[in-house]
């Protein structure tokens, strides 16, 4: 009696997978053959609205220096890089003290090596783990091919990862604050 129960349900949920499947089939379809400008909107306008003007990635490029340049009394860039302090304050560590502050100027290298800039004597930290580099005004932390990883904001990170204010960096068992 449970068999004919059990392969019913079976019966049942392949079913619905199978219109589960053929509805977005569907739709897809629907979408894709719709001749352009055509398909109503997914969400209601508001009266009036124009439509979002497109793009190329020059023309974005060039509107974001307007931006900047307008927004400036004599039309010069704002650059803050004189008035922040990048450091790392460690959080937590088994072997540097809670509260250590190291500065970040120029590229820092990170890594059990004795030749690196911060160096961490711990057994899930790779010889030359990570490296801190400036790009403008911002700070970017690159993992260079450690074993264990580097996180920030417990994310890995996979080649690069911009730094924001109270970024958490994690490096083996150390973990940073970000401030500028």
């Given at each position: 009696?449970?068999?004919?129960v059990?392969?019913?349900?079976?019966?049942?949920?392949?079913?619905?997978?199978?219109?589960?499947?053929?509805q977005v089939?569907?739709?897809?379809?629907?979408?894709?053959?719709?001749?352009?400008?055509?398909?109503?909107?997914?969400?209601?306008?508001?009266?009036?609205?124009?439509?979002?003007a497109?793009?190329?990635?020059?023309?974005?490029?060039?509107?974001?220096?307007?931006?900047?340049?307008?927004?400036?009394?004599?039309?010069?860039?704002?650059?803050?890089?004189?008035?922040?302090?990048?450091?790392?304050i460690?959080?937590?560590?088994?072997?540097?003290?809670?509260?250590?502050?190291?500065?970040?100027?120029?590229?820092?290298?990170?890594?059990?090596?004795s030749?690196?800039?911060?160096?961490?004597?711990?057994?899930?930290?790779?010889?030359?783990?990570?490296?801190?580099?400036?790009?403008g005004s911002?700070?970017?932390?690159?993992?260079?091919?450690?074993?264990?990883?580097?996180?920030?904001?417990?994310?890995?990170?996979?080649?690069?990862?911009?730094?924001?204010?109270?970024?958490?960096?994690r490096i083996g068992?150390?973990?940073?604050?970000?401030?500028?």
């Amino acid at each position: 009696m449970i068999d004919i129960v059990l392969l019913v349900l079976k019966i049942g949920i392949l079913v619905l997978l199978y219109l589960f499947i053929w509805q977005v089939v569907k739709t897809a379809v629907a979408t894709v053959s719709a001749p352009a400008g055509t398909a109503a909107p997914d969400v209601a306008l508001p009266e009036g609205s124009r439509p979002v003007a497109v793009f190329t990635p020059a023309e974005r490029d060039a509107r974001r220096e307007d931006r900047l340049t307008e927004r400036t009394v004599a039309g010069e860039k704002l650059d803050f890089t004189g008035h922040i302090d990048p450091r790392l304050i460690v959080e937590q560590s088994p072997i540097v003290p809670v509260g250590v502050v190291f500065s970040l100027n120029g590229w820092v290298t990170v890594g059990r090596a004795s030749s690196s800039d911060v160096v961490l004597d711990e057994h899930f930290v790779s010889s030359t783990h990570a490296r801190f580099v400036p790009r403008g005004s911002f700070y970017y932390v690159e993992d260079l091919g450690s074993t264990n990883g580097t996180f920030v904001n417990e994310k890995r990170v996979s080649g690069e990862a911009q730094l924001k204010l109270d970024s958490r960096v994690r490096i083996g068992e150390t973990v940073f604050r970000y401030e500028e």
